[in-house]
């Protein structure tokens, strides 16, 4: 005689799209799904209210404010020929943007709770500035795509220098760095990546891991302009959904980018307006609101219980 054996029936495609483009939607969508593998996208619109510009946005953004350094191109700030021949700009903006200078937002704090809820597979993010390091989210959880203040090598050699030997070289100024590239035989810069140069190899070998697996993707203040970062969007998994908070769209002119509609059910949610209050609107609407701000009075402090489904 045969034996029936019950199995749990697969989720349907109709219940990975979400009801409503909206916080709220997404909201509903995670709570009904018993979502655990959320995946983080970030760009510089997350730590603009740290006090950090971003690049591009008119008027604030570092681009318009690199203009004392009368660069050819703003870019040139970010490349390597422009770095061999005037290594000063770089240097200043390095000094200004070392970690222990700024604060985690309300958007780190967001990430940092999704993780304390167990939900965060992976926060891959495009800023050097190490914020969701201060907002308590543990390294292994983070992809710094375009690298950080970490570690710093020889830009010829790619010698390993030790991060505090340029600090100190940086803080005694031009003197400083000039001696520091005497001793070890050629410009020294942190692993910043540079326009032309390579991503590091963590960004490639968790990005094929996470991106099909992951059953979200929030994608939070990037213009979706720098590739291959940009091209994130379109490795999720197509049923999953995935929310952009953005004070502008993007991310829409890509192969398989964003689908940014007015009315559900569809895949893609697009807030528009600023990352903090879009946060907490969506701790809201979650019912995780005093948590998200116990952590962020806390500084990433306070005890988080698990979602109810974890
Ligand atoms: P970007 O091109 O400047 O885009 C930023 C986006 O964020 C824009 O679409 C803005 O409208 C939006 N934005 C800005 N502030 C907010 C806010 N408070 N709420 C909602 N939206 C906001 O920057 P990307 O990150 O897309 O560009 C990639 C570059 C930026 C990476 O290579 C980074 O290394 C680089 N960068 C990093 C930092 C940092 O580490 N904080 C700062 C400046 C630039």
């Given at each position: 005689?045969?034996q029936w054996f019950t199995r749990t029936p697969k989720p349907t495609q109709a219940a990975s799209l979400l009801q409503t483009p909206t916080l709220d939607g997404v909201a509903q969508y995670i709570a009904e799904n018993r979502v655990r593998n959320i995946v983080v996208m970030c760009g510089a619109g997350i730590s603009?209210?740290?006090?950090?510009?971003?690049?591009?946005?008119?008027?604030?953004?570092?681009?318009?404010?690199?203009?004392?350094?009368?660069?050819?191109?703003?870019?040139?700030?970010?490349?390597?020929?422009?770095?061999?021949?005037?290594?000063?700009?770089?240097?200043?903006?390095?000094?200004?943007?070392?970690?222990?200078?700024?604060?985690?937002?309300?958007?780190?704090?967001?990430?940092?709770?999704?993780?304390?809820?167990?939900?965060?597979?992976?926060?891959?993010?495009?800023?050097?500035?190490?914020?969701?390091?201060?907002?308590?989210?543990?390294?292994?959880?983070?992809?710094?795509?375009?690298?950080?203040?970490?570690?710093?090598?020889?830009?010829?050699?790619?010698?390993?220098?030790?991060?505090?030997?340029?600090?100190?070289?940086?803080?005694?100024?031009?003197?400083?760095?000039?001696?520091?590239?005497?001793?070890?035989?050629?410009?020294?810069?942190?692993?910043?990546?540079?326009?032309?140069?390579?991503?590091?190899?963590?960004?490639?070998?968790?990005?094929?891991?996470?991106?099909?697996?992951?059953?979200?993707?929030?994608?939070?203040?990037?213009?979706?302009?720098?590739?291959?970062?940009?091209?994130?969007?379109?490795?999720?998994?197509?049923?999953?959904?995935?929310?952009?908070?953005?004070?502008?769209?993007?991310?829409?002119?890509?192969?398989?980018?964003?689908?940014?509609?007015?009315?559900?059910?569809?895949?893609?949610?697009?807030?528009?307006?600023?990352?903090?209050?879009?946060?907490?609107?969506?701790?809201?609407?979650?019912?995780?609101?005093?948590?998200?701000?116990?952590?962020?009075?806390?500084?990433?402090?306070?005890?988080?219980?698990?979602?109810?489904?974890?």
């Amino acid at each position: 005689m045969g034996q029936w054996f019950t199995r749990t029936p697969k989720p349907t495609q109709a219940a990975s799209l979400l009801q409503t483009p909206t916080l709220d939607g997404v909201a509903q969508y995670i709570a009904e799904n018993r979502v655990r593998n959320i995946v983080v996208m970030c760009g510089a619109g997350i730590s603009t209210s740290a006090g950090i510009p971003d690049f591009r946005t008119k008027g604030s953004g570092l681009y318009d404010n690199l203009q004392k350094y009368k660069l050819p191109r703003a870019e040139s700030i970010f490349t390597l020929s422009y770095f061999r021949d005037r290594p000063h700009a770089f240097y200043e903006l390095c000094k200004e943007m070392w970690p222990g200078n700024y604060d985690a937002t309300p958007g780190h704090y967001f990430i940092r709770l999704l993780h304390e809820k167990g939900l965060l597979r992976r926060c891959f993010t495009q800023n050097i500035d190490s914020l969701e390091r201060m907002a308590g989210i543990p390294d292994d959880k983070v992809v710094a795509a375009h690298g950080n203040f970490d570690s710093a090598h020889v830009i010829d050699t790619d010698a390993d220098v030790d991060i505090n030997d340029l600090k100190k070289a940086l803080d005694q100024g031009e003197g400083g760095w000039r001696r520091l590239q005497a001793d070890e035989g050629g410009l020294v810069k942190p692993r910043i990546v540079f326009f032309g140069e390579e991503l590091p190899s963590r960004f490639f070998e968790l990005s094929e891991r996470d991106l099909p697996v992951c059953d979200l993707l929030i994608v939070l203040g990037t213009s979706l302009v720098v590739h291959p970062f940009a091209g994130l969007v379109c490795e999720a998994g197509a049923g999953a959904p995935r929310l952009l908070i953005n004070r502008e769209r993007a991310g829409e002119d890509q192969e398989g980018g964003f689908v940014l509609r007015k009315r559900g059910p569809c895949r893609d949610a697009f807030h528009k307006g600023d990352i903090d209050s879009g946060c907490r609107a969506l701790a809201t609407a979650l019912g995780w609101r005093e948590d998200l701000e116990a952590l962020i009075d806390s500084k990433g402090t306070a005890r988080i219980s698990r979602a109810a489904w974890i």
